[in-house]
Structures are given as C-alpha cells and as structure tokens.
C-alpha cells in the first residue's frame, strides 16, 4: 500500500510538472474582438470563451471556455451535481435564431468547489467537464485565467458578458444578443465598506460604478470578468452576487479567479491541458490603500509601501547597458552583457531568428521569421544568450503566448508577448524603440548584433558590427533608414539596429534579408540585408524601414514602454537608477521571472514533502 501511495504521489507530480503551460499558446486570444446593465450587443467572435447554459427552461447561467474540455462557472447556478438535461453552447451569439458558429456539448462532470458557502457566497466556483472536446475556432477559444499573487488595482479596466437581465426583473428583448460592458475594478477595501466588512471575502473582487448605472444582472451568473494586458485577455472574475443589479454604492461581486489557481489545477487532472495561467500586474500604486471606515482595519504605511514596491513597474528604464563601453571598433565578438536586449528566438529548439526586448513582456522581431509557424506554443524566447553553444549562467529562457504581425505591406514586423516578465539584470534589459522621436542624422555611428549562420567559432559567439547611417539618396521613403554596407546572414534577422542617444540606446530598425542574386562579386548564397540602390556605389548603402514607422502597430499591442535614462543625470547615478529600476522589476516579479515554474514548483514541493512523509 505504502509504495502504491508513493507511485501515486511521483505520477501526480509527472503530470503537474508537464502540464502547468499547456494552454498559454491558445488562450486569451480573441482574434475578431475590435467589447448586462448598461452594456450593449457585444460583435460576434468579440468574446470567444463565453459559454451559454441550458436546461430545460433555456439559458440559465454563463461561463468561460478554460481549455478545450473544461468551463469555468459560478456554484451557485448548480442546486445539485446532476448533469442530466445539461447543455453547453459555444460560439453562441444570439439565443434566439440561428447562431452558425456554435456547437454544443453534454456535460460528463460537474465539480462544485468543496468549500462554496450558499450563505455566505464564499468560494462561488465550479468546473464542468464537456462530454467531448471542442476544436478552436475565431470564435471558440479559451480565455487566461488569473494566476496566484495577480493585483488587480482599483479602477483597473475590465469587461463583463452575459445574456443576463437588461435591468431587475426585466429579460432581454429577443434576439436576446450577448451583451458586453466595461466596468473599473473597486479595491476590496472599498467594497467591504459598501457591503460590510464581513460580506466581502479575499476569495471574492468587486467592479462596477459607485454611481450605479452599470453591473451584471441575473442569468449573467458564472460568466467572465475580464482585463486585457499586452494583447491577451485574463479572467480575473466570475460573476457571483450583487444587492440588485447596477444599484448606486453596490458594484457587482465577483469570485475572485487568482485564488483558486490550485483548486483548478488539482481538478483537472490531465497533463498536457492545463488551462493558461497568467499573473496580471497592476502598474502604479492601489488607490484602495487609502480607503478606511469604521469596523476596517487600517493599512499601515510600510504595509502599503511593501504593496506598491512589490507591483509597480513605472522605474524601468530602457536603453541601459552598463557592461556596454563600445566607442568604435569593427565586426568581432559580443562579450557578455552588451547588448542585454538582444534575444534568441528559438523554434523547436533551434535558433532561428533574431529580436529585441523592447518592454518587460514584449520582445520584437521581422515578420518573415515566422514562416514556418506562427504558433506561439512553438517558440521560445531566450534573454541574456551570449553563446548558441555553450554555458550561459546570465540566460533565461520565456514561452511566447502570442504573436502578433504589423498588417504593413513589405517589410513587417511581428511582436512576441511572453509568458512571464524575465529578472531584469546587467544581462537582461529593455532597449529603448524610435516611435517617430527620436532623428538619426547622417554619419551616426550604430551597431548591429546577431548570431549569423556559421559565425562565431565552435560556440556560435553572438557576433556585433558597427556601421554609420547614410544618405539614402532621392529615391528613399520617409520610412527608410540607410547604413553602411552590413554582411547579414541567416539567424541575424529580426536583430536591431542599434544606435545610442545620449545616455540611452535606441532601437532604430529590425534588420530583414534575403537572397542576393544581383551582385556577381559575392557569393550568390550569402545572405544581405534588403538593399536598395541609393547611389553609385549600391553595393555600399543597405536600406531598412524605420522602427518608428511601426508606431501605431505597437503602441496598439504594447500596453505600455518604458522610459528612457534621463540625458541630464551623470553616468554614475544613471548607473544606480538603472540598479535601482532592476531591483524594483525584481520584486515586482515572482522569483525567477516565471509565474507558471513559481506555482509548479511550489506544488511539486509540496508533493515531494508528501512522498516523504509516507516513505518514513
């Protein structure tokens, strides 16, 4: 019997271990998303995960798709555990008339969380297993949930969606159209005053307008909360309770998703179709902090600073090197730490490409490096590289959960978002992007950097080249941006061009190439970079489109980019606000930069302690 347990234990551990970031590559992702009381009809395919439950008597309660077998919902909409008349629809926009993109499934199991309170409405959660899987569509697609220690600050923005009543007591006139709107996150401090200190529980976050107006009705029930972060949707709510519907000074009560990251792994026990779990972090400082009223106990002052260092991200800097010292030189090898923004991109496990951190969640390549997938589950991202064979203490390696592409005709380029905010360090730092601010005059010295095919020496050293901006000549767009001529080969694009301003190092444009088949001088298979004819000696003057003309692009994908050293502020304090900024992402940051290794970790642990405890 003992080893039998301890089989059991290791077996459970195996799966936990697998599992933790199956989903990451598919959730979140809303592809035809372009947003109840107070709502409006939502676009079709706006809200993907959004399910609709059915019993005999029609649409009873909402819910979230999770992964392509499992749907979050409220305990509260289940009086008991029979799944008998049960029905799931998926891709369901109206609930009357015809809705070609659903499908519908029975469900095999339904798992009230153990310790729900019908009283108290504590722990309002549930979980229904489909009888068969779905297959992901535009619109059918699992949404993030919340993982643990994720903030959701007051007045952080999210949207709720639902079939739910239009005002209390009054349905919603036919074609009943799923309904969306947007309501600001109320701190829990805040929401305990409103309702009473002992209504509001940790498992539980609170949205909505003080002035009324806006909320989830009844039948709205078990349906998402959602805010989006970078370009992927997290779940951070279920819909759970509320004194009426969009009264004035009672927001809508939500059972709070973070809190039950273990119970939802725990219950699905399949190894590799865990849901994606993402820590969402709140930027600034919590205005609930200050929030007091009798019976509340008030928040001390190095209580609330340990809050507010541990979730702002507002002191990162970007364009910060300080192992970087390069004043000229020509093509040689990159020592550590100079270039800390430089990523490999790494499909299957083989580097393929090139890139830039550009923000904490976001690192930035050419668009043609993904002609082989565009599945974000395939690829990995890995800071702080300097050999492609070889030890690398300072490296970190990320998952990518979504990828996004410039709709520009030509040139594009293509925007990671990572799994995780890495640990910023002397070897892992953002550089700073030209958003139409900054002007590169002619005879500008900058760099390039990457790990060309066959350079490097046996470790496949990260190879750095200096050149100069040219003149493009007459003929150039406004869009381009030309340098001396550079020898680029397979595995250096999606690279930077890299050019320092002041104290900050400035991501000019993402390095592209192709076959040259013009110059009879060269060997036709090398690889150069897309040079346009500009002068008289074409051979030297390379053409790439400016990083600036993306700024709409990722100003829309990126929430938001850090700023630049400030010009006026000497090396050596720079250097000591670019520690201090490092130490401050740090702690904004779980232990070891990934939020899915820190919540396995901590449960294979658990496990382990249990295996030996039965061993002895």
């Known amino acids: 019997m003992r080893m039998l347990q301890i089989l059991s234990t290791v077996f459970t551990v195996a799966l936990l271990m697998k599992g933790c970031d199956a989903q990451l590559s598919d959730c979140g992702k809303a592809p035809l998303d372009t947003r109840i009381v107070g709502g409006q009809d939502a676009p079709v395919g706006a809200w993907p995960w959004q399910v609709s439950l059915h019993r005999s008597n029609g649409h009873f309660c909402g819910g979230s798709l999770i992964n392509n077998e499992w749907v979050l919902t409220a305990a509260h909409c289940f009086v008991s555990t029979s799944t008998s008349g049960l029905t799931v629809y998926l891709g369901r926009q109206t609930q009357s008339g015809t809705n070609t993109n659903e499908v519908s499934r029975t469900v095999s199991q339904i798992i009230k969380h153990q310790n729900y309170s019908s009283s108290s409405n504590d722990n309002d959660v549930t979980l229904l297993h489909l009888s068969s899987p779905v297959t992901f569509t535009d619109y059918i697609r699992p949404v993030c949930l919340a993982a643990a220690d994720s903030t959701f600050f007051n007045r952080t923005a999210s949207w709720v969606t639902g079939w739910g009543d239009i005002k209390t007591g009054v349905s919603m006139p036919s074609p009943e159209t799923l309904q969306e709107v947007q309501v600001p996150i109320i701190g829990n401090r805040q929401c305990k005053c409103l309702y009473g200190i002992q209504t509001i529980t940790n498992n539980m976050i609170c949205a909505g307008l003080i002035e009324g107006g806006k909320d989830s009705c009844q039948g709205d029930s078990g349906g998402p909360m959602v805010s989006k972060q970078g370009s992927v949707w997290i779940q951070s709510g279920v819909v759970s309770f509320g004194e009426g519907c969009a009264l004035p000074r009672f927001p809508g009560v939500y059972a709070r998703v973070s809190r039950y990251q273990t119970w939802i792994t725990q219950q699905i026990n399949q190894p590799n179709n865990q849901p994606g779990f993402i820590k969402f972090i709140s930027s600034g400082t919590d205005g609930d902090l200050s929030v007091s009223c009798s019976g509340l106990s008030a928040i001390t002052s190095t209580a609330a600073a340990a809050i507010t260092t541990t979730t702002t991200t507002a002191s990162v800097v970007c364009g910060s090197a300080k192992l970087n010292t390069r004043v000229g030189g020509n093509s040689s090898l990159a020592s550590t730490g100079v270039w800390p923004w430089i990523a490999s991109l790494q499909?299957?496990?083989?580097?393929?490409?090139?890139?830039?951190?550009?923000?904490?969640?976001?690192?930035?390549?050419?668009?043609?490096?993904?002609?082989?997938?565009?599945?974000?589950?395939?690829?990995?991202?890995?800071?702080?590289?300097?050999?492609?064979?070889?030890?690398?203490?300072?490296?970190?390696?990320?998952?990518?959960?979504?990828?996004?592409?410039?709709?520009?005709?030509?040139?594009?380029?293509?925007?990671?978002?990572?799994?995780?905010?890495?640990?910023?360090?002397?070897?892992?730092?953002?550089?700073?992007?030209?958003?139409?601010?900054?002007?590169?005059?002619?005879?500008?010295?900058?760099?390039?950097?990457?790990?060309?095919?066959?350079?490097?020496?046996?470790?496949?050293?990260?190879?750095?080249?200096?050149?100069?901006?040219?003149?493009?000549?007459?003929?150039?767009?406004?869009?381009?941006?030309?340098?001396?001529?550079?020898?680029?080969q397979e595995g250096d694009q999606g690279g930077p061009l890299m050019c320092k301003q002041g104290l900050s190092w400035i991501h000019a444009a993402v390095l592209t190439i192709q076959i040259s088949t013009t110059n009879s001088s060269t060997n036709t298979s090398s690889i150069n970079s897309t040079a346009v004819s500009r002068s008289v000696h074409a051979q030297d003057i390379q053409s790439f489109t400016k990083t600036s003309s993306y700024a709409s692009f990722l100003r829309s994908v990126v929430d938001s980019f850090p700023q630049k050293t400030s010009n006026i502020t000497n090396t050596t304090s720079s250097s000591t606000a670019n520690a201090t900024a490092s130490s401050s992402s740090v702690q904004a940051l779980s232990s070891g930069g990934s939020q899915l290794s820190s919540f396995c970790f901590t449960t294979v642990l658990f496990l382990a302690l249990l295996a030996f405890q039965i061993l002895h």
């Open 347 to 488: 499909l299957n496990g083989s580097h393929i490409c090139g890139g830039t951190m550009v923000a904490e969640w976001f690192v930035m390549s050419s668009s043609s490096c993904f002609s082989r997938s565009t599945n974000a589950s395939d690829w990995t991202v890995i800071l702080g590289r300097l050999y492609q064979n070889g030890i690398n203490p300072n490296e970190v390696s990320v998952k990518v959960v979504n990828i996004t592409i410039s709709n520009s005709t030509g040139d594009s380029i293509a925007v990671l978002q990572l799994a995780s905010a890495p640990k910023l360090s002397d070897f892992i730092q953002p550089i700073c992007v030209d958003l139409g601010d900054s002007t590169f005059s002619a005879d500008t010295p900058c760099w390039v950097a990457g790990w060309g095919s066959g350079a490097g020496g046996t470790n496949q050293n990260l190879q750095e080249f200096q050149t100069a901006i040219m003149n493009c000549g007459n003929s150039s767009s406004n869009n381009s941006i030309c340098t001396s001529s550079l020898n680029l």
